[in-house]
């Protein structure tokens, strides 16, 4: 594998010129010609059910159309990330958004035309060569219209969200934008943006991630009013849309989104609810090695033992694709090919973007990775959980565009092997007890990540939406209920808390996907009860498992696990065992602590 991979994405082989190109400009101009020639034919058909030719032509300029929005939307979200201040590609975004709802609009109409076809013209035309790879998603569009406002309503909604609720959003990354936290190390002072800083919480000195926790919680605080207003307006108008749809449960448009059943949501916090005690042993053990009775909220993630230094950029590719290579060949040719196209934005300066993403261009057959790396563990665990990602969508790109869009839960699935899959590699073969502990302790951060931290956010936002019923939720309220949430998701076990989680947590402000939690946590024990499946099977499973993630845009994930694995995801046996192999690794690392 050749050296010297850059740590900066190649975005003009979409659109050069960034912000300012003009093929980007022609693009978006031609996008919302198609778009608007959707809008004006779907609103021509009155009350009459659509005829097969009419239906055909607008189920293929939709999916046409969609692939468009989604290639310009990744592209400006992509100059959005890599520099918060690009005013141009700010414009751009609310141009977008705006489109975006035009589209939804189409939608709409398009649903409400598939509504009225009897029965018997359904079925006849959901089996022909070019719907029927697209039915299922054809099938929930017809059902949704039910639970839905009259079309012009819910067009009315959508552009009302491009300012009242997804302007909200974009507001809240002006306030990331203003995060500038002085810091002084090695005899040199800077001013840190939210990115730089969040990886000094990552930090093995103990020193460092107590000074930065202070000045972290210190900063967010300055913004909580700010922050308060944007979640409010956010959840205020969720809250209105549902319920004037008639929807009575928050859950129910994440639950759509994701494809999935109450009783597997509720199947799978149980599992977690009664699995905390090994990770609160867990969290005593790396508290022990902290020097500390008990670690607090900033030293869940700090790293120990031999893997706490630093591991350049090429080292962790080269980890990477060879960890990939030993379960898919696939994975790996996948993985080099994004480091050698420059996909990956991975440079540590200021006034990027902090978290990471991973966004798909369908019309390029391509992805691109968003992230700092700073050459922490938890940056290579982000890079593989990303690249992830990217497999996915390289399994996908050939299905009409409408069997793409997978959920965020099954999305989080292929993420979280991937990095399941470097882990075991690395364990694998280290050679000494020092390394062990290390990557023992990656590991089981990952689980406290996702049974706990995850946990606290989903309990936190159920009863932030509780309380948002009754009025306005101020920052201090917002805190209270934070700290109340990773209590009880964390049993107690740590020293310190971060009051103002819910300020500093993206997440929260994403208006895309609601509740964007839990997915998480049904990809992460999804994905290692297919780890499971992988180690019984053993060669030839990579196989099934391509088979898994190209089908999970077109069932549900009861569907998925039934026909692939034959579980029964809305039952907890499943999700039982999954959460005790998780957290197997405790006992392992109890005996390496002296």
């Known amino acids: 594998m050749s050296q010297g991979y850059s740590l900066v994405w190649d975005l003009d082989t979409f659109f050069a010129g960034g912000s300012a190109s003009p093929a980007f400009a022609s693009y978006s101009e031609e996008t919302e010609a198609l778009v608007n020639e959707l809008l004006a034919s779907l609103k021509t058909l009155g009350e009459e059910a659509p005829g097969e030719e009419a239906l055909n032509g607008w189920t293929a300029k ?20 890599q520099k918060m201040d690009d005013r141009r590609a700010v414009a751009w975004t609310e141009k977008l958004q705006t489109l975006s709802a035009r589209y939804r609009q189409v939608l709409d109409l398009y649903d409400a035309a598939l509504a009225r076809l009897s029965d018997e013209a359904w079925t006849a035309w959901s089996a022909t060569p070019a719907i029927a790879p697209i039915a299922f998603v054809l099938q929930e569009r017809r059902d949704a219209v039910k639970d839905k406002l009259p079309p012009a309503l819910e067009a009315l909604a959508g552009e009302l969200a491009v300012d009242g609720y997804h302007g909200w959003s974009e507001h809240y990354q002006t306030i990331v934008g203003r995060i500038a936290i002085p810091w002084e190390e090695e005899g040199g002072s800077e001013t840190l943006s939210a990115g730089q800083a969040f990886n000094k919480l990552e930090h093995p000195d103990q020193a460092v991630r107590d000074a930065m926790a202070q000045k972290w919680e210190s900063a967010w605080a300055d913004q909580a009013d700010l922050a308060a207003d944007t979640l409010n307006r956010l959840g205020g108008f969720r809250l209105k849309l549902y319920g004037a749809r008639g929807w009575n449960d928050v859950l129910k448009e994440p639950l759509q989104i994701n494809r999935m059943s109450r009783d597997t949501l509720d199947a799978m916090w149980e599992a977690v609810a009664g699995g905390i005690e090994p990770l609160k042993r867990y969290l005593r053990l790396k508290a022990k090695l902290l020097g500390k009775d008990s670690p607090a909220w900033h030293d869940v993630d700090a790293p120990v033992g031999a893997q706490g230094k630093k591991i350049p950029f090429d080292e962790a590719a080269a980890l990477i694709t060879d960890a990939f290579a030993q379960f898919s060949p696939a994975m790996a040719e996948l993985s080099k090919k994004a480091f050698e196209g420059r996909w990956i934005e991975a440079e540590d300066r200021s006034g990027k973007r902090p ?44 299905l009409p565009m409408f069997g793409q869009e997978y959920a965020m839960n099954v999305a989080e699935t292929a993420s979280t092997f991937a990095e399941a899959l470097v882990s075991d590699a690395l364990l694998s073969r280290a050679d000494n007890d020092e390394v062990r502990l290390a990557l023992l302790d990656e590991r089981l951060q990952k689980a406290v990540a996702f049974f706990m931290n995850i946990r606290a956010r989903f309990l936190f936002e159920t009863r932030f939406y509780a309380a948002r019923q009754q009025g306005m939720v101020d920052a201090s309220q917002l805190s209270e209920l934070m700290v109340a949430a990773q209590q009880e998701a964390f049993g107690g076990a740590l020293s310190t808390w971060h009051p103002h989680f819910w300020a500093s947590k993206l997440h929260f402000y994403i208006t895309d996907v609601p509740f964007y939690n839990f997915p998480y946590t049904f990809g992460y024990l999804f994905s290692t009860g297919l780890v499971s499946v992988a180690e019984k099977e053993g060669k030839g499973f990579d196989a099934k498992y391509d088979r898994l993630l190209r089908d999970t845009g077109l069932m549900t994930v009861e569907e998925l696990g039934s026909r692939h694995l034959g579980i029964a995801l809305d039952k907890p046996d499943f999700w039982r065992a999954a959460v005790a192999r998780a957290t197997a690794d405790v006992d392992a690392m109890a005996a390496l602590i002296r």
Request: glycine share 10%.
């Open 355 to 398: 978290g990471g993403f991973c966004t798909s261009f369908p019309r390029s057959h391509q992805t691109r990775i968003f992230m700092t790396y700073s050459g922490t563990p938890g940056n290579v665990s982000t890079l593989a959980h990303e690249l992830g990602h990217a497999y996915h969508d390289s399994l996908v790109t050939d």
């Open 62 to 81: 939709l999916q046409d159309a969609l692939s468009r929005l989604v290639e310009g939307n990744s592209f400006i979200g992509c100059l959005s990330a």
